[in-house]
């Protein structure tokens, strides 16, 4: 330190440039303003509008209980920022500071923050994509288009895959008593995010509701009538299912195509960074002025081995937008790690799931309270003798006990001497989790990098 403050200008002031309009880039500006950022602030996204909120989009939204443009998210505070709306960044000069968008201005930076989210993953055939009658649901605006065309009251609603997004879809249709069709490539919803015993809980719910559930199917192709209407979606088991609206629901896309050429480490996976939020460059070195949060980050936690984790929750979006804007404007011996224990609610079907930790990385569950037949329940996951997750529907109550067992890497199965537990619980069974091999719909959390299994690279000290 030099003493004469001008490090404290630095962090203070400058030009921080936050590339994504999202829910993480809009707290970390709040963040940036309340812990004494001065300087400018410039918030580039590629929608015409303000941040606003996702989640209701699948619920509120599709239900008609709300326009899909009443979801801005409220602000904490003026940021007194530069708003460039409705134009994408197309690419990053990281040597010059400078990001380049598609209108061809060029915004120079002293720091980044990288906040681009996800895109929905479209239909693979662009042909069939671009009939009439076929969404996806991640914008605003495809919101607003869907739930036009459910309001209009479908003959059918064909939901292509049953992760959270495509089973929250199927409820909001059956609850305007629309008839949908559910097609799922793996054994049962959710499966992909909480295993097969959880999935086959939902998979009754579902057709309880009235749902018309397919799954260890494919769709094969989609078919339109003469006017460009999709009118039927083939299945790979020889089946056809009459359909005039059809939900792509396949999962997301990180949106980092724009840094291709740009020497990040940025990929499909998402941008890799450190616990302190800062991006890694192609060669693996820490960057420290551009850092990365929200849906597109890929970050270690300690709590899971080290694996790097991609989390698509709203939770972890703000925390780690929290997390950055300090970091951004702290000296390094400040900063703070983004330790937050993922966690995730779903509404469906009139039931309330919530869930905390990584349930995928688990290979075995418990249901201590409650039963699966009940569907009132918490499921407890195991992964190498310690709780790694837990999912209570409508259960929530012991969410916050099973939290801090993942926290303190609590052995499994867990011991509970005072614990109002069913009996029927206290035997732990294969999580029945999909081969990691073979895709599934819709898991919330993407593991990738280091696995704390993996013992083949070992150091010796030398004597």
């Known amino acids: 330190m030099n003493g004469d403050g001008s490090l404290e200008r630095l962090r203070r002031e400058g030009r921080i440039v936050v590339v994504g309009a ?15 950022f001065a300087g400018s602030l410039t918030m580039i996204g590629d929608e015409p509008y303000e941040p606003y909120d996702r989640p209701p989009l699948s619920k509120q939204v599709l239900l008609g209980m709300a326009p899909a443009d009443s979801t801005a998210l ?33 915004v120079p ?28 649901l991640r914008t605003r605006e495809e919101g607003a288009a869907l739930a036009r065309r459910l309001a209009d009251g ?48 939902a998979a009754d719910l579902q057709r309880e509701h009235g749902v018309d559930l397919r799954c260890g199917v494919m769709v094969t192709s989609l078919e339109g009538d003469s006017s460009g209407r999709v009118r039927a979606a083939h299945l790979s088991d020889g089946s056809t299912v009459e359909t005039d609206v059809v939900v792509v629901s396949l999962g997301a896309t990180r949106n980092t195509e724009w840094l291709a050429g740009s020497g990040l480490g940025a990929g499909p996976r998402g941008i890799a960074c450190d616990a302190g939020c800062r991006a890694f460059d192609i060669r693996g070195i820490v960057t420290d002025d551009i850092y990365v949060a929200g849906d597109v980050a890929r970050s270690p936690h300690a709590l899971f081995g080290y694996q790097f984790l991609s989390l698509e929750h709203w ?36 039931v309330n799931i919530k869930s905390v930790g990584v ?61 109002d537990r069913h009996p029927d619980g206290q035997r732990p069974m294969d999580a029945d989790f999909p081969d990691p091999s073979v895709p599934t719909h819709g898991p919330t959390v993407t593991l990738s990098g ?14």
């Open 450 to 463: 280091y696995s704390p299994a993996d013992r083949r690279m070992t150091f010796t000290p030398a004597h």
């Open 74 to 106: 409220p602000r904490r505070r003026a940021v007194d920022a530069t708003w460039r709306l409705g134009v994408p960044a197309t690419g990053l000069d990281m040597a010059a500071r400078r990001v380049r968008l598609a209108d061809g201005d060029e």
């Open 315 to 350: 939770g972890n979006a703000v925390a780690q937008a929290e997390i950055a804007a300090h970091n951004m404007i702290s000296e390094s011996a400040d900063r703070l790690p983004h330790m937050w224990v993922p966690a995730f609610w779903s509404s469906q079907f009139g």
């Open 22 to 36: 999202s829910l993480a880039g809009l707290r970390a500006a709040e963040t940036l303003r309340d812990k004494g």
């Open 359 to 419: 349930p995928s990385l688990g290979t075995e569950i418990m249901v201590p309270q409650g039963t699966l037949a009940s569907r009132r329940f918490i499921g407890v996951y195991g992964y190498q003798g310690r709780v790694i997750g837990a999912v209570a529907f409508d259960h929530a109550r012991w969410l916050p006990f099973y939290q801090e067992l993942v926290e303190t890497t609590a052995p499994f199965p867990p011991p509970f001497p005072t614990v």
């Open 109 to 136: 930076y002293d720091r980044l923050l990288i906040a681009t989210g996800v895109r929905a993953r479209p239909w693979p055939r662009e042909a069939e994509a671009e009939l009439d009658g076929v969404f996806v």
């Open 154 to 201: 479908p003959k059918r609603v064909f939901v292509i895959g049953a992760g959270f997004t495509g089973s929250e879809i199927a409820s909001a249709c059956r609850e305007r008593g629309l008839s949908v069709t559910v097609a799922e490539r793996g054994a049962a919803p959710l499966v992909g995010a909480l295993g097969g015993v959880v999935g086959a809980v």
